[in-house]
Structures are given as C-alpha cells and as structure tokens.
DNA sequence: CTGATTGCAAACGGTTTGCAGGCTT
DNA sequence: AAGCCTGCAAACCGTTTGCAATCAG
C-alpha cells in the first residue's frame, strides 16, 4: 500500500469521513497548491488526475473538509460586500455565526508596523478579531 | 438650506461626484447604520424613504462611493471561498490587485493577546498585510 | 443642452441542490 | 445491503449590465 494513501486513511478515520478516490486527490492537490486557491483552481488542477471530476464535487468535499476539521475557512465576511465608512483607523470584530462585524478602537490592539519579505509594498493591515458576539453567546445554537 | 444638504455637496464636491437626492439618502443612512451593513440591508433601510429606490442604483453608488474616495472597502479577498490548509498560526499578504493571498510566518508580525469589551468571545485573531504583490509592482497598470 | 444617473429587466458568475447510478463500509 | 458519494443539470442569489427615460451642471 503506498505511503499516501495509508496516511490519508488516517486522517479521514480521525476526522470521521469516508475515503474516496476524489477525496484524496482532490486534498493531495489542495496541499500542493501554494497560497490560498479558489475552488475554480483547485477544480483545474485536480482535473488533471480525474478529468471526469465535477466541480460540485469539489465544493462538497472542500465544505466536507472545513465542517469536519481537515481545513479551516478563511475570510469569515466574505459572501457580500462590506464599505468602511469609519474615518478612524481602528479593527473589526468579527461574529463567526452572525457575521455581523463591529468597530473596534485601534489602541485595544496595538500592533507594530513590520518589514515585508520579498518586496511587498504595504498599504495598510487590516486585523479581524474573529470570534462569538455577546447576542450570538445568549440566544446559542 | 439645511444644513445636511450643504455638507453633501461640499463632500461631493470634494470627490468630484454629481449630487443626486438618492446619492445623498444612501449616503446618510449609510453613515447613520451600525456597523457594516451588507448592500440588501442598506437598500432596505434606503427604500423607507425613497421607496422607488431600485438596487442596482444601491450598488452602482455604493461603487462610486468607493472608487471616488469617499468610504473605502472592506474584505479584499471577499469573492469566492479560500480554505486554510495550513497548521501553523501565521497571517496573510493579500494583493489588492490580483487578490493572491500567501502567508506570512507569526513571528514577523507580533501580537498581543487582547481583552475585548463587552463580553465577545474570542476564537482567534485574523491579520490581512493588504499591498502589492512584487508581481504586480513589477507589471504595472 | 450634454452627459451623468435612475429604474427596470435580463444577464452573470460563483455556489448549491436534487437526483439517479455507483462506490465505501 | 444501507448509506454515502459522484456527476450532471437545474436552481439560486448576490451582483452587474444594457437600455430608455429623466435629472444635474
């Protein structure tokens, strides 16, 4: 038995998924990728290895991914578009089950500006305290 | 005159952007939600008093508003699903031009653990580095 | 008066869903 | 054998676009 696929039998059986053959490609192909590809890239990538594979498929098992604890999910306001009309430099608070974000003041959270690596020209940092709002903590589930 | 009025067309003035009354609506109750409202929720509170606002005219402003400088906006990498595959706490380079997003190790950026106001919850703590990637500096436009 | 803006309806693009057949356990 | 998974096509939903009528400068 080759040596990947024996490794990802183990992390489906601790994280309670079945293995199927576009799983562990399409995981394989995810690890491989650098940075953070969006699921058009991933679906071109792994077409590679399954050309029949279908683009449902690959969100299905991306979101079965993410809810059993394989991956994480990035960017919790994306989905609709956000406008920042506070002149105040300041961070957002972020409540991961209603989404709604809220102002926070900039000295709560200092922060050092630091040097980039490789030539990245910075324009600003942007900080999201992600978490669960007081409501969201009182009305649970 | 009153005085709502003047100060508008001072603003737009300032932007170089015509004065409509749905413009000047948008932009007062924009300022006046909680929060950063999503643009359905924005063009709900808009329609109480014009209710032949249509939602296209919400956007299209909502844009102007953006691209003439007046707000600015928020979740660059909003658009489509991105997944953290990576196990190491580290924050992200986000180019606002080709929206890639690499990442970027924890110790080049530190943080201190904060104490949030009223009761919220934290989960974790999200930085976006927003800038130019050395790959669109290099390839202007 | 000229060009920008509005409201409508249709188009779009990313994502989700329903379903019949096939695969995993 | 039971149920989960796949691929397909259609549905969805937030957003954008084309257009004719109207408004601002």
Do not use: W
């Amino acid at each position: 038995m080759p040596d990947g696929l024996r490794s990802f039998r183990e992390l489906c059986a601790e994280h309670g998924i079945a293995v199927t053959h576009q799983r562990q490609v399409l995981y394989e192909t995810m690890q491989s990728m650098y940075g953070h590809p969006s699921p058009e890239e991933v679906f071109d990538a792994v077409k590679r290895r399954i050309p029949s594979i279908s683009l449902a498929t690959v969100y299905k098992n991306i979101h079965l991914f993410v809810e059993s604890g394989v991956f994480r999910e990035l960017s919790i306001h994306h989905g609709t578009l956000r406008v920042e009309m506070n002149k105040v430099p300041h961070h957002h608070l972020v409540c991961s089950v209603c989404k709604r974000i809220s102002d926070l003041a900039d000295e709560e959270l200092p922060l050092q500006a630091p040097s980039m690596p490789g030539g990245f020209l910075v324009e600003r940092i942007s900080v999201d305290v992600i978490g669960i709002c007081p409501d969201c903590q009182r009305r649970p589930n």
